[in-house]
């Protein structure tokens, strides 16, 4: 069975503190790996699909990489709209596999 | 244009009872997906729904069940709740079935059973 971890669970950040989230999968036959945000309140929205190793999107503050093993979302510079849940998820044969997300909160 | 639209938004039930969610996909999409959001086991797949016809389904006991209609929307039952069905049930939707990186969510339908 495909399974995603995700660390930290949370992640308190000052506002132009950059940092990193981690999400650790096992998954027979990637098609895809996918980063979300999620708001409270609200489903989640996509941000990023990844293929392959090595591979990288960005958009605005965010930076996405893939490895075989895991893949990392970079925060670069945060502002307190970034404050978020967010969620990584792997497609295998059919379906989509969620961690249980990283809930960023970013301080002015 | 409009987004995936979720009816009802929230929903009290009591244990026993059963209960249809409703969900209205972007226009043009064929594809419905479900899935079941809790604290404690995060966002879980439920089952896919494209051109009327079930594609996949998720580890969820029989209680569950849905249906697609020939306009795309479709609805979640679910019979004989229990407590652990307290959940936010989310549908998300995409042009084609499996293209889940075109795959846009709803808000949500808030269920509590008591």
Redo the contacts between chains.
Sequence with gaps: EDQVTQSPEALRLQEGESSSLNCSYTVSGLRGLFWYRQDPGKGPEFLFTLYSAGEEKEKERLKATLTKKESFLHITAPKPEDSATYLCAVQGDYKLSFGAGTTVTVRA | KAG?TQTPRYLIKTRGQQVTLSCSPISGHRSVSWYQQTPGQ????LF?YFSETQ??K?NFPGRFSGRQFSNSRSEMNVSTLELGDSALY?C?SSLVA?D?????????TRLTVL
């Design positions: 995936v995060g966002l879980q797949f896919e594609r996949n998720g989310l998300a499996g889940y990186n075109e795959q846009f969510f709803g808000p949500g």
